[in-house]
Nanobody, 114 residues
Framework: QVQLVESGGGLVQPGGSLRLSCAVS????????MAWYRQAPGKQRDLVAA???????RYTDSVKGRFSISNGNSKNTLYLQMNSLKPEDTAVYYC????????WGQGTQVTVSS
């Protein structure tokens, strides 16, 4: 059974930084993409950043230059380094894995507030 477990969320002041981690366990086949999504209250879940197995990345425009997605040294771990955080970054952040199936983590809350 594949499991994705996020960690690293919390409360941070505007301009601060957080690093989210996603630990992936279980048996899965070829990875097509790994990504971070977020969902703010009353809004749909949107893509934040994605990374392909070859290392290519893409970001939603609102986080370009502030967030960085990476796998670290293992395909079983996904990170999201978030710098210069803004109140509008407040949301539940979800880790996502696409193989022949789609897998989601349970989410971690990020709150940016003074």
């Amino acid at each position: 059974q594949v499991q994705l477990v996020e960690s690293g969320g919390g409360l941070v002041q505007p301009g601060g930084s957080l690093r989210l981690s996603c630990a992936v366990s279980g048996s899965f086949g070829e990875i097509y993409v790994m990504a971070w999504y977020r969902q703010a209250p009353g809004k749909q879940r949107d893509l934040v950043a994605a990374v392909a197995p070859g290392g290519s990345t893409r970001y939603t425009d609102s986080v370009k230059g502030r967030f960085s997605i990476s796998n670290g040294n293992s395909k079983n771990t996904l990170y999201l380094q978030m710098n210069s955080l803004k109140p509008e970054d407040t949301a539940v952040y979800y880790c996502y894995l696409r193989t022949s199936r789609d897998y989601w983590g349970q989410g971690t809350q990020v709150t940016v507030s003074s």
